[in-house]
């Protein structure tokens, strides 16, 4: 079993960075390859990015790409969502989840999940 705790949303303005944290107990932390999700009021939930187990190797959706980075810090069992330039459209409760497998987009299988934390960009 594998308890995720998301943290560090908020409000920002436009064009202002954010850096959201989820860490993780339970699991050795190095098994499990990370993914952050969005879900906007009314939207479906979507793939904002992950980092793998292995290799910590890094993918993000085209809307976040060049503006979001994601890390991991083993040792702290600790992945980080970094967020740059944001913009009102990135509005959304972010969640970060964990799987044994590889990074996929697909949040159904996940079998871990953080409570979320709410980020608000203004205009």
């Known amino acids: 079993q594998v308890h995720l705790v998301d943290s560090g949303g908020g409000l920002v303005q436009a064009g202002g960075s954010l850096r959201l944290s989820c860490a993780a107990s339970?699991?050795?932390?190095?098994?499990?390859?990370m993914g952050w999700f969005r879900q906007a009021p009314g939207k479906e939930r979507e793939f904002v990015g992950g980092i793998t187990r292995s290799d910590g190797n890094t993918y993000y959706a085209d809307s976040v790409k060049g503006r979001f980075t994601i890390s991991r810090d083993n040792a702290k069992n600790t992945v980080y969502l970094q967020m740059n330039s944001l913009k009102p459209e990135d509005t959304a409760v972010y969640s970060c989840?964990?799987?044994?497998?590889?990074?996929?987009?697909?949040?159904?299988?996940?079998?871990?999940w953080g409570q979320g934390t709410q980020v608000t960009v203004s205009s």
């Open positions: 989840a964990a799987r044994p497998g590889t990074v996929v987009l697909t949040p159904s299988v996940y079998d871990y």
């Open positions: 339970g699991r050795a932390f190095s098994s499990l390859s």
